[in-house]
């Protein structure tokens, strides 16, 4: 099931990715959207590309953060959840670090989740039910998270620290070996990959920050939840993720901060 769905997500977020090198080797301009975000043409590009084979291939609804369909989306049966660029602050600081994500919403359950980061040639994907799996260099590999219990290795976002991550670290530096930064979806990837164990997020974020990464994270046994432990609920009229967590194993959980 969703062989389909996958092979043409898997194909999609290459072809965008020609489009968003394209403008990353320019010296191109910065953008302000509505809500002060920044957004540069390489996000609107690749958008175009996504939606358009996605509406040629599926007659699913979309929903992207760079052409929002305010459809009532609740009692669609399919959903994809797009983000062309996650990360522009990375793109635009030229890092690196920076993803394409797909995901596609069946019901209430996310099922398909693809992450491709353009300059590291990395591609990520997930069905739900069928394991989580990266690909680069030709070379494609089974990948699950780290059964690591103490000596975490930590992530922190590259371009969104607040002070509240800041002192959940500090409470739990015992049970830490490292911290590092990295942007985009990439951290939800590499808990998933096992190089990295857990990931906090305080402050807001959108459904197509976390879909995509999230079945990939899921489906490698890790966890993602919101900061009470609830799922994140991918119907919300408004588009908008209450804080987060990521994790490799739930009892590794720092509970510190953590709303309750």
């Not at 509406?55 to 983000?83: A, G, T, W």
Request: hydrophobic share 35%; proline share 2%.
């Amino acid at each position: 099931m969703y062989e389909k769905e996958l092979s043409v997500c898997k194909d999609i977020v290459l072809a965008a990715s020609e489009e968003i090198l394209k403008v990353y080797n320019t010296d191109f301009n910065v953008e302000k959207k509505d809500d002060e975000s920044p957004v540069t043409r390489a996000d609107i590009e690749a958008n175009k590309v996504i939606v358009n084979i996605l509406k040629k291939e599926f007659n699913y609804l979309i929903v992207s953060e760079e052409s929002l369909n305010h459809q009532q989306y609740c009692d669609e049966e399919f959903c994809f959840i797009v983000d062309p660029i996650d990360g522009t602050k990375e793109f635009i600081k030229k890092n690196g670090e920076f993803t394409i994500n797909i995901a596609l919403l069946h019901k209430d359950e996310l099922v398909v989740g693809v992450v491709y980061a353009p300059v590291l040639k990395e591609l990520y994907y997930a069905v739900k039910g069928k394991g989580a799996y990266f690909e680069k260099d030709g070379i494609t590999k089974k990948i699950k998270v780290s059964s690591r219990e103490k000596q975490l290795k930590i992530l922190i976002s590259r371009s969104h620290q607040r002070l509240k991550s800041i002192e959940l670290l500090e409470e739990n530096k015992s049970k830490i070996l490292k911290i590092s930064r990295l942007g985009s979806s990439l951290k939800g990837c590499r808990i998933a990959c096992g190089d990295q164990d857990a990931y906090y997020r305080f402050g807001p974020t959108c459904i197509w920050d976390t879909a995509a990464m999230q079945v990939i994270v899921e489906e490698a046994g890790g966890v993602l939840k919101l900061l009470d432990g609830r799922k994140i609920d991918y119907r919300k009229k408004d588009y908008i993720n209450d804080e987060f967590y990521i994790i490799n194993d739930e009892n590794n959980l720092f509970k510190e901060y953590l709303k309750t």
